[in-house]
């Protein structure tokens, strides 16, 4: 090397020594970090030498800074598309705080908010610009954009634009066109979440085939994946905050109704909650997500369906109540958990109830649609039932393979399953795929290897081959999960060009030639005792063979002493139904014994003492799992008809006119009356029944109730001693005598 290039040598070298360090002291002074994480370094030069960038980088592992330091360093504004309203704001209030001027231009803001925003811009005041695609699809959009000297533009969440994700948006394929509009400007796109297929329709998608790619490992060590069957949820959901509580976490559930049904559950069990989905008020839904961001809740519950937009760094789990649409989308989700670094707990419900659930989702959606999506929600079965360790499963599915033999941070690393000699099993399903000249998908080859000829088999002559029947000793399910786990240890992997087609890969071919052991493991079985929520209530039924009879039994002799005692009917103390409840669920306080239905505080001060002791007796002498850790407490429904009925009878307010002002008949005002007496409050009717009952009629049907054995209504009107007055007569005054003896 002569002289000169020596010396030039030399420059280039400390120019970039220069621009590094100066890329340090911009972090530190903006940011407050010392150091980049894994390639952020390199992707913001790359980003700053003017080259298209693709990231795919994990959730948690910091791609917005990847946009958002070049943002200050260059000149200009840099545009950054993003898909959630929620995370934009959260965003420009974390950039904000660094006090960098972000802000975002979205369907929230008015005309005139858009307008100061728009002045702002071209005056050089914003140096990073959050807008929805929807919003920059918009002509007026463009045409002022056109106007500012725009630095560099940054897809988030780019997997939306691939038709092949978890997560796709028609107004993201239109993405390149508004930026070609915009005039020429390096892009970076990232993303937590592409298989290769998605990687690759998306360069193609922007075409930036010839971007710098970066690609980061998808394992996040500190996560702990589990996966338990949907069985008795509300009980194990309950179970596994109070082992978690006092810590920050998600729980996602599939619809709106079930976020809200949840957050309520939560509530009434003693934890901070509040739901979170797109059908709130959106001032709402902002103040749960700063609420959760302030502490000041300890739990969000939202959809799966809407993308979350929280940026928590210390949430510590992810519970998904309801099976996710893909596995991309459940990696992004639990990615959520554990961000800095610290533990993280993923726990899924699963039954196929929800997949059949989400299946029927896609039956009204164009063929190939639906035809992606039944091949994402099959990837979530296989994952859910698999015995191969999880974080091998998921790494897997994004290319990346993981070598080692136990993670011991999934449930079947730690749980092993049953395990047994798999080379034949291999050998037949490698044998199939290449017999069929790898065009062909997982059920097909089952068909082959089972021996099943539907019109494909027949079509192409398939029943001809040597493989055809040879596994037909193993169910359909068996050999699934033999091609599920062959896949895991790349044997066979996915054609990228022929969506669904398997074909060998070089260790398959190896494995071909020289066969050796290979074990294989079971799957889990989740197809038992699997109960139905949608069509469960609050609480399930108590039947003879769910309560504890000896306790029961115990109960009602207790509470025939007590009636005695008090020279009531033993009705009037605790009807059966909440006897058998307490049989079920074994409350040992006065709290736990106030949500048993039909019970309420009112009654526990009343009647409750001396149940509890036996209760509590039995519980000891028997070790049994108490109400504390098993009993779901269920939200009373307490709206704003109920507290306002409740509030006009204190005032003495005609019964007819609560009805009128409530705007429900005379009849379901007694209904919800009624409710309110059987949830154990105590009512005052006495300035309305005196006026429609005279003393002699009140006397009759007193003296019924305190000798009848029930209060069951028919058989009041049966009797032939009051058989002469109206329903509405007897039902007032039996609501009197609940509410005088019971309450």
Known sequence: MDKDTTLEFYQKEAMLVEEKDVLKDRLKEIFGYSQFRGDQERIIQNLLDGKNTFVIMPTGAGKSLCYQLPAMIKDGLAIVISPLIALMKNQVDQMNAYGVNARFLNSTLSK????????????????????????????????????????????????????????????????????????DMPVIALTATATPKVQIDIQKNLQMEEADVFVSSFNRKNLYY?????????KQLIKFLKENKGKWGIIYCLSR????????????????????????????????????????????CATIAFGMGIDKPDVRFVVHYDVPKSLEGYYQETGRSGRDGLEGHCLMFYSHNDLSKLEKFNKDKPVQERENARILLQEMEFYAESPVCRRRQLLHYFGEEFLEENCGMCDNCVHPRERFDGADSVMLVLKAAKQTNERFGLNHLIHVIRGLEDEYVKSYGHFDLEVFGKGSDEDADFWKSVIRQTLIFQYLEKDIDNIGALKLTKRGHQFLKKPHAIELARDHDFTTDVEDEEESHERPPVNAKAYDEKLFELLKALRKKIAREKNLPPYVIFQDPSLEEMATTYPTNKEELAQVNGVGMGKVNKFGKEFLEVIEKYVEEND???????????AVNKSKTKSAIIQQIDRKIDLEEIAESARISFEDLLTEIENICYSGTKLNLNYYIDQVLDPHKQDD??????????????????????????????????????????N
Request: hydrophobic share 40%.
């Open 112 to 183: 005139g908010e858009i307008t100061r925003l728009k002045k702002d811009c071209m005056n050089g005041i914003v140096k990073l610009l959050y807008v929805a695609p929807e919003s920059l699809n918009k002509e007026e959009t463009i045409e002022f954009l056109k106007k500012v000297n725009v630095s560099f533009v940054a897809i988030d969440e780019a997997h939306c634009i691939s038709e092949w994700g978890h997560d796709f948006r028609p107004e993201y394929r239109r993405i390149k066109t508004m930026i070609h509009n915009l005039g």
């Open 226 to 234: 589990e996966v338990r069957p949907k069985k008795e949820t509300k």
């Open 257 to 300: 109704k079930k976020v809200e049904e949840i957050a309520r559950l939560l509530n009434v069990n003693g934890f901070k909650a509040a739901p979170y989905h797109a059908g709130l008020d959106p001032d709402v839904r902002m103040k749960n997500q700063d609420d959760f961001l302030n502490e000041e809740i300890d739990i969000i």
């Open 624 to 634: 049994i799992e108490t109400a504390s850790e098993v009993v779901v407490k269920s």
């Open 701 to 742: 049907i007193h003296d019924y109730f305190m000798k009848a054995e029930t209060d069951n209504l028919d058989a009041a009107l049966q009797d032939e001693a009051i058989a002469d007055y109206s329903e509405e007569e007897i039902r007032l005054m039996r609501i009197k005598f609940m509410s005088e003896y019971a």
